[in-house]
């Protein structure tokens, strides 16, 4: 339903600095009340909280850590893209592109584009690892490689569940709520909004899957973030709806959680990180051009056949 919008007639740049505060300032209220919701519940001081949020050590500490992750998620992933579209459009659910969901055939195909481009993806995550750093910038690399480590000590500190519930939590937090909340602030708002700032469509994909590999502070894991950002941005400009790219992030973060939970509990050998991998160029080279039909795919079954150049 259309409504007055409160800031008519706002130039791109500005909206951009709009978007900027509005994320910065729901972020630190939100962190400030997943700590106080920590020690509310859990009866800890906010010092030990800061402690517990950068090295959890127990269960309990774990706990509080999906409670402060997902309320942090909300704050700064959720609620700032959508009360940007309610202040600055007419039509919320339009103006970000949620209002409409893709046919069946090119959601699946969609889905399917996360595995198919597994092989390239894991070559070009082989690349960036090898990442060196002149003696001049030494100092640069070790902060990259100490928050690429401090990263995945994380990620598997959630990931290392062994019953089903703990597994349905992680395809909540980790997989669902990160899916739905990155694509509707990177795709969503900030493509839409760098691609009117340039006035170039592509320029828009391009920025923001820069800025939404770069936000993660994996650098060594830049490249392949980067090229996913690229695909889950072309999702959206060829099917124009959000919950084309909403579903293939989702489908990568949950298979990412199923094998970590599969091989963790001894279903299978095969590692999270090996999963899709080649050493065979022509696997490699055949897996991106796999994509790119599926995409051609993807493009046939949508109901917007012109993807404009500028």
Known sequence: MKRRTFFPDTKPGIKVFWLLFLVILSALIFSI???????????????????????????????????????????MLILPPLLFAWLFSTNSSHYLKADKIPKLMPLL????????????????????????????????????KAKETQADQLTEIFLQVKSPGGLA??????????????????????????????????????????????IHLQFFGFLPRFLLGLMLGYLLEITQSLWAPVFAHFVNNA????LFYLHYNGFITMKMENFGSSDNYF????????????????????????LHLS
Request: charged letters at 10%; hydrophobic letters at 55%; proline letters at 3%.
């Open 255 to 258: 298979t990412l959680v199923i």
């Open 109 to 144: 195909l969609a889905g399917l584009t996360i595995f198919t481009i597994l092989p390239f993806i894991n070559w070009l995550t082989e690349i960036n690892s090898q990442m060196t750093f002149p003696h001049a910038l030494a100092g640069i690399g070790e902060w990259m």
């Open 283 to 306: 696997v490699i080279f055949f897996s991106l051009l796999l994509t790119a039909g599926v995409f051609y795919g993807i493009w046939r079954g949508s109901s917007r056949r012109k």
């Open 33 to 75: 009340l997943g700590l106080i919701a920590g020690k509310l519940i859990f009866h800890l001081n906010l010092s030990s909280l800061r402690e517990t949020v950068s090295q959890p050590e127990s269960e309990t500490a774990k706990s509080f850590l999906y409670i402060f992750q997902l309320i942090n998620q909300i704050g």
């Open 169 to 214: 939590l992680n395809l909540l937090v980790i997989a669902l709520v990160p899916a739905v909340g990155e694509e509707l602030l990177f795709r969503g708002l900030l493509q839409r909004l760098l691609g009117e700032w340039t006035r170039n469509i592509h320029a828009g994909v391009i920025l923001t899957a820069f800025i939404f590999s770069a």
